[in-house]
């Protein structure tokens, strides 16, 4: 997992109250991206940062905000939940704006009620 | 980036080699091409990527046609552990990797 970590890695909550998924990695990359991964789908980038407190928004930005305050963590905020965000979270990170490759969190897997 | 096609599911022999092709007509000159998998809804992992030329590692080979329309990743000798989806995804270099997710391709290994 190269040093990536998400928390929590399960949660369940309740419409319309807000929840914050963290991403944490040690290895000092620079582009750090959140996805969302939906039963028989692939994933579909939600958010993604090039740097600290620079972001930008992917392809379902829609009703989630990002903030990277420091190199290593960078947090997915819900407001507030809809049943239609509950998914499987991951981050991922890598270094360069080149070839290298993209390294994956373990997950987090949300349900909204 | 350019779209990818690839079959929804394969089956193969454990021991045997696993050919997973994957079409991309639309790819521009300067769009690598990647591969990565992912295991029972663990986060995907990465394979390998070629831009042309044939590239090869421990993990597997890659073989893209001369006109880079379509490639093949090989996994020469399967076993069960290889059972994931496979993901192609073609990009180029500019600014962050925002990876495009088709639906991959589901392949099995048979014991």
């Known amino acids: 997992d190269a040093g990536i970590t998400q928390s929590p890695r399960h949660k369940v909550t309740e419409t319309g109250t807000p929840v914050t998924l963290r991403c944490h990695q040690t290895?000092?990359?620079?582009?750090m991206y959140w996805y969302r991964q939906d039963p028989g789908h692939g994933l579909r980038l939600i958010h993604y940062?090039?740097?600290?407190?620079?972001?930008d928004k992917g392809e379902v930005s829609d009703g989630y905000s990002v903030s990277r305050s420091k190199t290593e963590d960078f947090l997915l905020t819900l407001e507030s939940a809809t049943s239609s965000q509950t998914s499987v979270y991951f981050c991922?990170?890598?270094?360069?704006?080149?070839?290298?490759?993209?390294?994956f969190g373990p997950g987090t897997r949300l349900t909204v009620l | 980036d350019a779209k990818t096609t690839q079959p929804p599911s394969m089956d193969c022999a454990e021991g045997r080699a696993a050919n997973l092709p994957c079409n991309h007509s639309?790819?521009?000159?300067?769009?690598?091409v990647y591969w990565y998998r992912q295991i029972h809804s663990q986060g995907p992992q990465y394979i390998i990527h070629?831009?042309?030329n044939n590239e090869t590692n421990e993990m597997a080979s890659l073989i893209i046609t001369e006109d880079r329309k379509s490639s093949t990743l090989i996994l020469p000798h399967a076993t069960l552990r290889d059972t994931a989806v496979y993901y192609c995804?073609?990009?180029?270099?500019?600014?962050?990797?925002?990876?495009?997710f088709g639906q991959g391709t589901r392949l099995t290994i048979n014991p």
């Open positions: 995804i073609v990009r180029g270099l500019q600014g962050a990797q925002k990876l495009v």
């Open positions: 070629g831009l042309k």
């Open positions: 290895e000092n990359h620079r582009y």
């Open positions: 991922a990170a890598h270094s360069s704006g080149g070839v290298d490759e993209q390294f």
């Open positions: 639309t790819i521009s000159g300067n769009e690598y």
């Open positions: 940062s090039y740097g600290v407190k620079d972001t």
